[in-house]
């Protein structure tokens, strides 16, 4: 009997577009016209979006690229729920057939 596994991805927004001032990132959201300026965790997690990806793969690459920092978890989560939130990432849910053996 198969099983499914529910995993919730993470992708840029289609409709944003990206403007770079100098060390700065700004995305404009689709028909809105909103403008947001990407923090340097956002930044991250919009340069890691290339390809659609989940929340435990995105605050893994961050452990590792900043080992010392005890709340990264939490950091990555609610910037992406904030961008999520502002359009500016999409969240999508899959579906993985599982078969038991």
Known sequence: MASETRMQ??????DVTTTDVDADLFVVVGESQSIFH????????????????DL???QAL????FPGVDDINQAVETALTDMVASGIVLQSQNVIQNSDQ
């Open 9 to 14: 991805t993470y992708r840029r927004n289609p």
């Open 38 to 53: 990407l923090n340097p965790t956002a930044r991250g997690i919009w340069n890691l979006l290339e390809a659609s990806t």
């Open 56 to 58: 435990a793969e995105i």
């Open 62 to 65: 961050f452990a590792q690229a």
